[in-house]
């Protein structure tokens, strides 16, 4: 874990993102100073980047879905209408279109691994690694969503999230023995004398034949700068806590709630030392949500601006899109748990996370169209946004933070032009890039591989 040259641990920041119009700012879209609507564009995704790397940003995350959600108030109209995920471009090409726009700034991709076999991945994460000079990073995801099961031919349900963690293990080690076995360091020679381009003495077969993956090998793909991609992961059950525990680098948290963010972090501290990894070695990151503004009074007429766009609607059909409960259609007097009976759920299955048994429909509705409703939310002029983050920084043992976008490009050039100068003062943010692939941007100058205590590091060549 890298930090500024004044003996504090530096605060890592990423911008969240997604390749659709509404992501956690549902009705946003529509603002006069949003250009989301062009985000099927290649010059708004170069200018998100360069937006994030004058920033000095670690990197620009991308989060993905593969199916839409289609069970609020019976049908996927809503999702469709405001624009919930969807329409999505494809993140690894998005990636690609921003690199060429930057020289530092890493990218973090959401690719499923319960889809597809793990050789074409681990192909196209050494591609990207190639043509970003090692600035690539895979988050990591075993995809729950039963419409996305249906666009890939499974049946909803016949997966567990057990089984696709199961699964995701096996997956991984394929992955480990074409980016780190496969091929030797120097198996390249490009040898023009002797017309020799790559030893074949120092290229080999993986023959893998795990319970779930079968894979021959060799990698297509020479030894890229990382060799493994930067891995993050977002696991939310208790298996997926584990997962994130053995593989990721970077695990992203979502705060539903700030007591159960800090059990999560500590969860995660326990399971990486469980198998032998150090609290330097995986970092904890939560999703930030920030409005700045020179002055105080400026920012809140920011919120308040934002505000007026909000629309409930896309937030509710995101948190109970799998569903299939409406709080819409209930009395605003109801209470929650006797409206989720009449409905024929029950909390657990209905993905109503914060809210407790004396909560009433007209109380989520309304704290569904505040946009100031998430644990980690901090307004404000500069010096009481960095004194926030700096508190939850230190108060939950983070690494760092994505930070959620309200309107682009206004968000992260703001954290750039306001934030970052305060906490690059604290001594608490780069004040430039020193080294060159993401893995660096994470744990310092140096650090372009997996840490030894890595479980992928055991098949090196």
């Not at 993102?17 to 956690?24: F, L």
């Not at 299939?324 to 748990?337: G, T, Y």
């Not at 080294?435 to 090196?460: V, Y």
């Amino acid at each position: 874990m890298s930090d500024t040259g004044s003996g504090k641990r530096q605060i890592h920041v990423c911008s969240l993102e997604m390749p659709t119009i509404s992501h956690n700012n549902y009705g946003l879209w529509a603002h006069p100073d949003n250009r989301k609507h062009l985000y099927h564009t290649i010059e708004f995704w170069r200018d998100c980047a360069r937006e994030a790397e004058a920033a000095l940003l670690d990197a620009i995350f991308i989060a993905d879905v593969l199916g839409v959600a289609d069970a609020f108030g019976g049908s996927m109209d809503t999702s469709i209408r405001e624009g919930i995920h969807i329409p999505e471009l494809d993140p690894m090409l998005l990636a690609a279109v921003g690199m060429g726009a930057t020289e530092r700034l890493g990218w973090g991709v959401t690719v499923s691994a319960s889809y597809e076999p793990p050789f074409g991945l681990a192909r196209r994460m050494s591609t990207m690694d190639h043509l970003s000079d090692g600035r690539i990073g895979w988050n990591i995801v075993m995809s729950y969503h039963h419409n996305a099961d249906e666009n890939h031919g499974i049946a909803p349900g016949s997966l567990p999230s057990f089984e696709r963690y199961e699964r995701g293990d096996d997956f991984m080690e394929v992955c480990y023995k074409l980016w780190e076995s496969s091929w030797d360091e120097d198996a390249v020679l490009a040898d023009r004398e002797n017309g020799v381009y790559t030893d074949p003495r120092k290229v080999r077969r993986i023959d893998h034949a795990g319970e779930y993956y079968s894979c021959s090998g060799p990698h297509m793909v020479d030894p890229s700068p990382q060799r493994t991609p930067v891995l993050f992961q977002a696991g939310m059950s208790d298996r997926g806590r584990r997962f994130a525990a053995k593989h990721a680098e970077a695990v992203f948290f979502v705060a539903r709630t700030l007591d159960g963010l800090k059990l999560s972090v500590e969860d995660l501290r326990r399971n990486a030392s469980a198998f032998g990894r150090s609290r330097e070695e995986v970092l904890a990151m939560v999703q930030l949500n920030v409005i700045t503004a020179p002055t105080m009074a400026e920012a809140e007429d920011k919120v308040a601006e934002f505000q007026k766009w909000t629309r409930p609607e896309g937030y509710l059909a995101h948190e109970y899109g799998m569903s299939n409960f409406d709080p819409m259609k209930h009395p605003r007097e109801r209470l929650l748990d006797e409206a989720l009976a009449l409905d024929g759920l029950t909390r657990q299955d209905s993905g109503t996370y914060g809210h407790g048994p004396e909560a009433t429909i007209g109380e989520i509705i309304d704290a569904a169209a505040d946009i100031r409703n998430e644990p980690m939310f901090v307004y404000g002029d500069p010096v009481t946004v960095a004194d926030q983050i700096e508190s939850w920084f230190e108060e939950f043992d983070l690494d760092g933070y994505l930070l959620r976008n309200y309107v682009h490009p206004g968000t992260v050039r703001d954290f750039g032009r306001y934030v970052v100068p305060e906490l690059q003062r604290r001594g608490r943010y780069r004040t430039d890039y020193e080294g060159s692939t993401l893995r660096e941007h994470f744990f310092g100058p140096g650090r372009k591989r997996l840490a030894d205590s890595h479980p992928g590091a055991r098949h090196r060549a």
